[in-house]
């Protein structure tokens, strides 16, 4: 059994090539809107860690960029590491599936092939990665 998301948001960073044993995958950050307004009337933005292998990172490679509206779904995972003696953990989203949405300025749906479902992944191609450098943008 696993938990499943889904989530519409922008892309908030650019894409991050990664290279495994297994193949590749690509990580990135979603922006997403919280449903109510603060004080000042504006929406508070989460950012969420994601990677794509597959056909979805080639996709989001080819037909999406920072700022691009995305409707995505996979699973979530919580990886585990030790930096400086403490111990650390991060949720990262291993997208399943992608649908593009709309470009940045244009907030037009592409003309291009816009999703892409990749049923049955295996996680565990992705499950290893541990975060280099994350900047986090909260």
Request: net charge negative.
């Amino acid at each position: 059994m696993h938990a499943k998301f889904s989530m519409i948001g922008r892309i908030g960073s650019e894409f991050k090539k990664r290279s495994i044993e297994k193949g590749g995958f690509i990580s990135f950050s979603i922006a997403v809107e919280r449903p109510y307004r603060n004080a000042e009337g504006k929406r508070p933005v989460d950012f969420f860690e994601c990677k794509a292998s597959g056909n979805c990172m080639q996709i989001l490679e080819n037909y999406a960029g920072k700022g691009d509206l995305i409707f995505v779904e996979g699973r979530q995972q919580v990886n585990k590491w030790v930096s400086d003696g403490q111990p650390k953990a991060m949720v990262v989203f291993n997208v399943h599936s992608v649908e593009l949405l709309g470009k940045k300025k244009e907030h037009s749906i592409p003309d291009t092939p816009s999703s892409y479902s990749e049923e049955g992944i295996e996680d565990d191609k992705l499950s290893s990665y541990v975060p280099e450098d994350m900047d986090y943008q909260n």
